[in-house]
């Protein structure tokens, strides 16, 4: 039995460190999530400190520890963007 997987949206600066728009990756907490994209995608670390994340719509301002994503969520990555 396979694990329903979490895809991660990413947009602008976030796009262009991991080469593509969207991935998929097991669930976990966000915190291991961005983790594991870092690792994964060594531009990517540059970007993430500096990025604001949304689970399922809803913009996160918690510890990113205590955040649980399970499979079929939606994360979105948005980086600072111009003009805001």
């Avoid at 994340?53 to 079929?72: R, S």
């Amino acid at each position: 039995m396979s694990t329903a997987l979490v895809t991660v949206r990413l947009f602008a600066a976030a796009r262009a460190a991991v080469g593509q728009s969207e991935v998929d990756v097991e669930p976990g907490s966000l915190a291991t999530i961005i983790e594991h994209l870092s690792d994964t995608y060594a531009r990517f670390s540059a970007v993430a400190p500096r990025c604001s994340y949304l689970v399922n719509h809803l913009a996160v301002h918690e510890d990113l520890d205590h955040i649980a994503v399970h499979g079929g969520d939606i994360v979105d990555v948005l980086p600072p963007f111009a003009g805001g």
